[in-house]
């Protein structure tokens, strides 16, 4: 498959073409499913409209290809720490920079020392918080059980995001890592989830994982970002603030912070996104 679209994207754009990307789980091999695309993204030069029709005729007599394009002068002219594809922010140009180059050169890799830490935590949490709400939308919507998939699909997703954000996993593993490994070394070592977190996560290696257990690790994993999430705010804007994790009778975890914390907290949850080059 992706030999006839390399062929395909060489043809027709000829020198116009700066990269052609394959990353995610099928390029490397790691959490493959039947229901996954193989992700490419192409890099041209300039906009030019004709493209996208050309490549719309391509994809429609394709089958599981995810194909996006994206131009090197507006690549260039927002910066790493502005970048965005889709709603995957600055982080996800690092997972870009690690992608199997099939044309071209990878524009991401010398990009990727230009990051700053701040703007690829931001993204990261962004994006939990956003598969969150795909999840609690997908239970809320879903008529049967094919809410299930969604969940077991996204909770994954989400546990990565968080160990990237805490600095426990790398991009490189991303893609390759299979879910066992991830389940029972990364996640069962990791210090940012709970111990239910890690016991009910062990469900999903299991294709008959309950519905009880999947609303379980939920509740527990957004406990978890939770308290990750205002612990990266403090890091990032008030480390004078105190916020401390205090047990539950029930087992669970909450968070109790002082009144410049809760000010803090709720200034820059409220805050409207800053982007573009830090100075």
Known sequence: MEKELTKFVQKVFGNRVISLLYYGSHAFGGMRSAFHDRDFLLILDKPDPEDIKILRRF????????????YQNYIEMKGPNAFQQGIHGVFFLKCLATAKCLLGTNVFTHMV?????????????????EYFFRLRQ?????????????????????????????????????????RSALIHVHIGRSKIFNRATKQLSTHLLSKQ????????LYQHLYNDYYVLHLGQLQ????KNVEIKIRSRKDGTQG???????VNMVQNVL????????EK
Request: glycine share 4%.
């Open 270 to 277: 409220h805050a409207p996104p800053t982007y573009g080059r």
């Open 255 to 261: 968070l109790a912070f002082n009144t410049d914390g």
């Open 113 to 129: 020392p230009q990051i700053h830490r701040k703007h690829e935590q931001v993204s990261l949490l962004f994006q939990c918080e």
């Open 235 to 238: 890091n990032m804007y008030a």
């Open 138 to 178: 997908c239970y809320l919507r879903s008529a049967d059980d094919t809410w299930k998939r969604n969940f077991r699909k996204y909770l994954l997703r989400i546990m990565i995001d968080m160990l990237l954000a805490a600095g426990e996993f790398r991009y490189e593993q991303v893609s390759a890592i299979n």
């Open 59 to 70: 994809l429609s007599v394709q089958n599981r290809i995810d194909l996006s394009v994206q």
């Open 209 to 216: 994982c309950s519905a009880t257990n999947l609303l379980a």
